[in-house]
């Protein structure tokens, strides 16, 4: 039963290796290519921009869509529609930061999603969106 023991406590040794690793080390760090292809994998299908477009812009049964905080074209900075805070461009080429950590990535989807669809994307839709983002070029 010993070995138990160091199995429950993984997940808190490995949070401390990254606590150790110093604020400057991202252990998620990623491009917006590589998170765009571990959502393809996940889906199992190709990403398909014009759909990932029409997703962004459409509501979902819900009071707000994508665009309502981001812009229909997010390539410039947004506002929240409810509180109003800034929010910096979406779109990977104007905003180098963006969908380059996936935990953060996987929670704005989580919470924008469940804002605007009322539930979790799935790895489909994330897939599409991100790629229809990464159209978007100056």
Not at 40 to 63: I, K, Y
Not at 72 to 77: D, E, G, K, L, S
Request: net charge positive.
């Amino acid at each position: 039963m010993k070995h138990l023991y160091w199995v429950r406590l993984l997940p808190e040794a490995l949070a401390a290796l990254a606590a150790l690793a110093g604020p400057g080390a991202h252990a998620l760090a990623a491009t917006p290519a590589e998170i765009l292809s571990a959502y393809s994998a996940q889906a199992g299908t190709a990403p398909q921009p014009a759909r990932g477009q029409q997703f962004f812009n459409v509501t979902h049964g819900r009071e707000w869509r994508c665009a309502s905080c981001h812009g229909a074209v997010p390539v410039q900075a947004g506002q929240h529609a409810s509180t109003g805070k800034p929010i910096g461009a979406l779109a990977p080429a104007f905003n180098p930061e963006r969908f380059t950590d996936q935990a953060k990535t996987e929670k704005w989807f989580r919470r924008n999603c469940n804002d605007v669809v009322g539930r979790e994307c799935t790895s489909a839709e994330k897939a599409d969106v991100l790629s229809w983002l990464m159209t978007l070029k100056p």
